[in-house]
Structures are given as structure tokens and as C-alpha cells.
């Protein structure tokens, strides 16, 4: 069983940045892949982006050039670098685990945070 624990969320303005974290806890060795989920009101969960344990990486094509996903294995911590934010980005913002070496989509992810609200102002 692996726990997770966001932090970093809060309230910017358009344009400025944010940076979250995770923190992985459990059955760490297990862990292959891991990625970060947004859900704004009234809309469904979408993936915003995945890596792999070897550092591959995958994004949403909405936050292409904006954001950056990276890991650091000894801390068990992935992290999302969220840069030029719009008011859009505004959503829960949920770490996940898979065990999947290259997962796809939501169903490849087992374990789930809380999740931290990303609140971005015009």
C-alpha cells in the first residue's frame, strides 16, 4: 500500500507560479510510474502529466511548454513545476502512483493523494 501527501497549492495570478509537491510512503518499492491529475468543478479528471522510473515524461497538451514533471527517488517525491498559469489551470490537483511501468490513462493508477486546490485569478 503506498500513501501519498500533496503540498504547494494555493492562489496565484494569471501568469505567475506554483510548484507542488508529493510525498511517496509505504510500499514505495512498488512504485513504477507517477503522475499528477487536476479536476476542475463541473469537469471530469484528466491526467496533466506522467513519468516513468526511468525519467520519461508525458504531458497534457494544454500545459505542453508550461509545466514540468520530475522525481526524486531518494526523497520518494514527484514533483510539478506549474509556470505561465491561466485561469483555466484552476482545479484539485492530485498525485498518483502506478505500478504499470508506462501507464496511459487513470485506470493505470492505484494509489491517489488528497489533493491540493490550484486556485489561478485574473
Known amino acids: 500500500q503506498v500513501q501519498l501527501v500533496e503540498s504547494g497549492g494555493g492562489l496565484v495570478q494569471a501568469g505567475g507560479s506554483l510548484r507542488l509537491s508529493c510525498v511517496a510512503s509505504?510500499?514505495?518499492?512498488?512504485?513504477?510510474?507517477m503522475g499528477w491529475f487536476r479536476q476542475a468543478i463541473g469537469k471530469q479528471r484528466e491526467l496533466v502529466a506522467g513519468?516513468?522510473?526511468?525519467?520519461?515524461?508525458n504531458y497534457a497538451e494544454s500545459v505542453k511548454g508550461r509545466f514540468t514533471i520530475s522525481r526524486d527517488n531518494a526523497k520518494n517525491t514527484v514533483y510539478l513545476q506549474m509556470d505561465s498559469l491561466k485561469p483555466e489551470d484552476t482545479a484539485v490537483y492530485y498525485c498518483?502512483?502506478?505500478?504499470?511501468?508506462?501507464?496511459?490513462?487513470?485506470?493505470?493508477?492505484?494509489?491517489w493523494g488528497q489533493g491540493t486546490q490550484v486556485t489561478v485569478s485574473s
Open positions: 498518483a502512483t502506478s505500478m504499470v511501468l508506462t501507464p496511459l490513462a487513470r485506470y493505470d493508477y492505484n494509489s
Open positions: 509505504g510500499s514505495i518499492r512498488r512504485i513504477n510510474a
Open positions: 513519468i516513468t522510473s526511468g525519467g520519461r515524461t
